[in-house]
């Protein structure tokens, strides 16, 4: 087919040479860019192709994907023109940078990490172009290049549970020079708040949910805006027609010495949601709905004006970087009552679309999501190129890369998927390039398969020896079952030789108790000559429940651990029905502590609420290296040293057995 001629130049904003290609029947054609046109030994005409990436969302946006490949000249349908626009902040001013073509770009897509990132210059003409490409001042893309490093940079950490993710971010970041300050934590639970609160006592937490704190950020940069200017006097005057209303109800007058405090959500427990504020009153404090508070406009400005300067609560554009990890839990694989066809409307993947709101309306410059690797596995990764393509929406550079804890100086294998977004005028940051040996074990999908953090295949690298279980926790002291104490003494130095404890039975579990015996497919049966053993307790040893697990074939039930195995994930449960989570040397689950050892948290990290929730916490949690190996790589992309182009970055010697300077508000680990 001979192509069409509708190719036009626009100097520095369009790429040359770009065709239509035939695509299947039915398909919309794809578009390409020659490279290179050579003749083959046939004597038939070739074509190199560099392809572009079609934006499902909109008619005409197209992303540049790396991909070459060689094609058919005869296969070229058309010649089009397509503007390369830099990537700003909406639509609608883009549509005005954008002249007139048949379709635009905006991306450069690999798919390596599933990336996007800005497209590269081409040529220095085009590069000053690029950087003084903006559309207005309050755009937060319009200063372009690294952010100092001798700052303090702010990171709310969303759905923080206990805090590992932060912590393991600030202490990383500070390995490469950046001081990163947790802030403001919109967490969801009393006691993971505690825990949160007792480790960094700087921090402000909060403990409203996610959806709350972002009502409550809306609602903040309302009241901030009003009382910056003129404005103040029209909600003077609201005020005081509220006054007059309330008078005319229930007549309450509440007097008001000064605010203390602002939230939103139920603080009385009424079942009426909105804006509260906490007023310091002649006999106790009280939340009182902001509605209500005609009568005290100049306390609410003090309070408001104070708050501004203070910066309690991030405004749109203050925010240096937001982590978070949404909980998803209509995508775990023990959900029954998954939705697979529209997983975005099951309510209990609600928080994602959360997380991004509060994305939209902050704009930090960078944000790192993370989350269990079902994201990209569960309804052909639905969920996951949600992730992508909102933060894409958010004209964000973005990344995803998957990450095996025990990669990074860990007994445990815990594979998750992390996303990185930075706004088109910062760098976007790597993946720290994985510093200890493991087997990977987890199945990840062929599309996101150049998503797992990892060096080049074949690539002689020397990496440390992998961790393991003894490495961790074979210093602990003894836990008897009834043990009623939360704190233990150490009553060892610690060791690490794992010789020692080789000799003991591998796999230990119900199947190797009196009474249960295995049949010749593998299948768990009573033995008819033995007696069913019971527990002082009157509960049978092997419960049934051991042997119709998986029809009898598993031997999960009661297992134990080894001293020389990589633990699969540490779990929220400590239930050890369905699971090996037993301690290999001593008759009971890991303890919460090992868990945490396990997770690399440092033992001075108190844990708080009943051991319920203590394990959850702690299960929940980012392992601390991998956040930690994260925040290095935030630090360095803040400071503007890394290349877009290259998504991998090495850790420095030794990590993480080495120590770093902690920031004040986000640990005191020198681990
Ligand atoms: C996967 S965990 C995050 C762990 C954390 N990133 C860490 O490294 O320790 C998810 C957390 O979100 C909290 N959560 C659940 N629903 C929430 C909501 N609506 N708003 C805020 N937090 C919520 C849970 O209590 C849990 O602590």
Known sequence: MEAAYVYQDFPHQSFSYLYTVHAEDGEDCYICKIVEMFEAVDGDLYFTAQWFYRAQDTLRCFFLCILFTNSRRDCLVAKLNIAKVSLNVDLEAKNKEIPSCDYYCDMLYKLEYSSFTNLPPEGKANASKEASSTISDDNPDTVNGANSGSEDASLPDLYSGCGAMSTGLCLGANMAGLRLVTVKMGCGYKYACESLQWNHPQTKVRSESAEDFLALLEEWERLCASFSSSKSENLERQGRGEEDENEDGDGEVFEVEKFLAICYGDPKEKGECGLYLKNYGPE????????????????????????????????????DAICGGPPCQGISGFNRFRNKDNPLQDEKNKQLQVFMEIV?????????????VDIVKFAEGYLGRYALSKLIHLNYQVRM???????????????????????????????????????LRDVIPVEFEMSTVGWEEGKKIKLEKKLLLEDAISDLPSVGNYED?????????PKTEFQRFIRLIR????????????NSGNKVEWDPNVERVYLESGKPLVPDYAMSFVGGSSSKPFARLWWDETVPTVVTRAEPHNQAILHPVQDRVLSIRENARLQRFPDYYKLFGPVKERYIQVGNAVAVPVSRALGYALGLAYQGVVSNDEPLTKLPPRFPNISEKASSDSSQDNS
């Open 360 to 372: 939209e309306f902050l704009k930090p410059k960078f944000v790192l999501m993370e989350n269990v």
């Open 401 to 439: 890369g998957m990450m095996a804890a025990g990669a990074y100086g860990l007994p445990q294998f815990r594979m998750r998927a992390f996303f990185w977004g930075a706004r088109p005028n910062q760098k976007l940051p790597q993946y720290p390039l994985p510093t200890h040996d493991l087997v």
């Open 485 to 493: 104490k939360d704190v233990m003494d150490y009553d060892n130095d």
């Open 507 to 518: 796999e230990a579990n119900f199947r190797d108790f009196p009474g249960v015996i295995v």
């Open 284 to 319: 106790e404090d009280t939340w009182e709905p902001l509605d209500g508070l005609g009568d005290c406009l100049e306390c609410l400005k003090d309070f408001v004006t104070s708050g501004f300067k203070a910066k309690i609560l991030p405004l749109p554009i203050d925010v």
